[in-house]
């Protein structure tokens, strides 16, 4: 079954805007990590947050992670048209198999 | 330079036919995995090799076998090809750590659009 659930599933805003994304996962991670897929293309890596961190930051781009929750959000600030994509929340299993598990996405469009 | 590339990138074939899917990446990783994302852009993991010995094995039918002839290479062969087997599948590597419990990003191909008619 799915580990991740994304949130919303669709994000329509105005460039400037800001944008958050949220993922919610079923069991004990290693770490968490957010990708970026655009149309036709493969997936690009933004960040991973370890199971022993809160709050990571990259430029425009800041993560949350509450295990308590077992959730994750991302936040895109001042978006621009070019952060049109599809973002993935994964999962990295507690176990040995350094298995990646996607969640189902969230389709980001920012509108110029 | 391409970090991970795949090809061909687009593969149009007939059911029952027999095709192969190459994968190869220049950033010395030790690991490698073949991905399948559906119509819908859901992602699952088929299979993962970690210099060369497979270490992830889902519940793929045996008709996908994957082929690693050393660290920097992944193929996938499909045998009798079903429309179900319509999708993208990608490729992707990742340095393994040492020890256990601890997956790295992954760096993904652009991607293989198969088509079965």
């Known amino acids: 079954s799915q580990q991740g659930e994304e949130d919303p599933q669709a994000l329509s805003i105005q460039e400037g805007e800001n944008a958050t994304m949220n993922c919610s996962y079923k069991t004990s991670i290693n770490n968490l990590q957010w990708y970026r897929q655009n149309s036709g293309r493969g997936l690009v890596h933004l960040i991973l947050?370890?199971?022993?961190?809160r709050e990571k930051h990259s430029g425009r781009l800041r993560v949350t992670l509450d295990t308590s929750k077992k959730s994750s959000s991302l936040l895109i600030t001042a978006s621009r048209a070019a952060d049109t994509a599809s973002y993935f929340c994964?999962?990295?299993?507690?176990?040995?198999?350094?298995?990646?598990?996607f969640g189902s996405g969230t389709r980001l469009l920012v509108r110029p | 330079d391409t970090a991970v590339s795949q090809t061909p990138k687009y593969l149009v074939t007939q059911m029952g036919n027999d095709k192969s899917i190459k994968c190869e990446q220049n950033l010395g990783h030790d690991t490698m995995y073949w991905y399948k994302q559906d119509s819908k852009k859901f992602l699952k993991i088929m299979f993962s090799y970690n210099n060369k010995e497979l270490i992830i094995n889902e519940t793929v039918p045996n008709r996908f076998s994957p082929k690693s002839p050393d660290k920097a290479h992944l193929n996938l062969h499909i045998n009798s090809l079903e429309l179900g087997d319509s999708a993208v599948y990608f490729c992707?590597?990742?340095?393994?750590?040492?020890?256990?419990?601890?997956?790295?990003?992954?760096?993904f191909g652009p991607g293989t659009r198969l088509t079965v008619t």
């Open positions: 994964a999962t990295g299993l507690m176990d040995s198999s350094y298995k990646l598990i």
């Open positions: 992707a590597s990742s340095q393994r750590a040492g020890g256990s419990g601890s997956s790295y990003e992954q760096y």
């Open positions: 947050i370890r199971s022993n961190e």
